[in-house]
Nanobody
Framework: QVQLVESGGGLVQAGGSLRLSCVAS????????MGWFRQVPGKEREFVAA????????YYADSVKGRFAISRDNAKNAGYLQMNSLKPEDTAVYYC?????????????????WGQGTQVTVSS
């Protein structure tokens, strides 16, 4: 059974930065794409960023382009989301997900393992 655990969330002022980490317990993490999604109560889970299995391709939601950077370290079974210039509208629970495909994908349905989420709160 694959388990993903996010960490690094917290409270930060607008304009500040946070770095989220995702550590996978399974053996297959390094062979698949992974992504970050976020969710606010009452809204659907929103795509944030995705990265291919070998870091060759990345995708970003328009709302975070130029501010967020996704990366991964397969030797550590880990993925990361560097978040800079944070805005109050970035406030959400952020989820790490392992994809069932190899290339980066924005699709919710192409991710089959999910972490428990980590809260990010950006104050104004």
């Amino acid at each position: 059974q694959v388990q993903l655990v996010e960490s690094g969330g917290g409270l930060v002022q607008a304009g500040g930065s946070l770095r989220l980490s995702c550590v996978a317990s399974g053996r297959t993490f390094s062979r698949y794409a992974m992504g970050w999604f976020r969710q606010v109560p009452g809204k659907e889970r929103e795509f944030v960023a995705a990265i291919s299995w070998n870091s060759g391709t990345t995708y970003y939601a328009d709302s975070v382009k130029g501010r967020f950077a996704i990366s991964r370290d397969n030797a550590k079974n880990a993925g990361y989301l560097q978040m800079n210039s944070l805005k109050p509208e970035d406030t959400a629970v952020y989820y790490c997900a392992q994809s069932k495909v190899y290339t980066a994908t924005r699709s919710f349905d192409e991710h089959d393992y999910w972490g428990q989420g980590t809260q990010v709160t950006v104050s104004s």
